[in-house]
């Protein structure tokens, strides 16, 4: 099997040297270039196609957020996108569900210890489980706040095609629940659960759990805790 390709993203250069190290140091993994603002991260994605790019947010000349939805966006004539591992602390909560809409695969707190940089960025490059449970559920916190000022922006037809199973599973994916926990709920074995997730994301052209938390939200399906 090739290496995961890397590209880091930010604006500290002791941050980005830091992060190449720890993950340079690893089989199978491998950065291939480093960014200090968003503009430069979109140019040297288009060039360089890392496979996962590890992304701050406050940065300066373009900020994480645009990049993420820049780089996310295929351009015409070329399908390639890489998958974003966005780097967050709960300072800066506000910005999670804009990056979540922008096409954002993962989020790792910015304090992880090396070994969680090093699951998150294999985790991410395998389009598997992409977020820690506690951490997937206070992105969901902070999300859900804020749509809970605005109306579903999605219609719920687009849930149309899913079984009422399916919607069952979606419903507690968008609460924040693991595969394990969705088994235990609906007293299902978990392989069932992997194939019922697996076909909601095929049916309504997800890539992942992130945006499947965003549509059930977005369509009105989970509704915000009060």
Known sequence: MSDTTILIVDDQAMVRAGFAAILDSQDGLRVIGQASDGAEAVALGRSLRPDVVLMDVRMPVMNGIDATRELTTPSKGDPYTPLVLVLTTFDIDEYVHDALRAGASGFLLKDAPPEDLIHAVRVVASGDALIAPRVMKRLIETFTAS????????????????????????????????????????????QTVKTHVSKIFTKLNLRDRVQAVVLAYDTGLVEPAR
């Open 147 to 190: 749509t809970a000022r605005q109306a579903p922006a999605r219609r719920a037809s687009e849930l149309n095609g899913l079984t009422e199973r399916e919607r069952e599973v979606l419903v507690l994916i968008g609460r924040g629940l693991s595969n394990s926990e969705i088994a235990g709920e609906l007293f299902i074995a978990e």
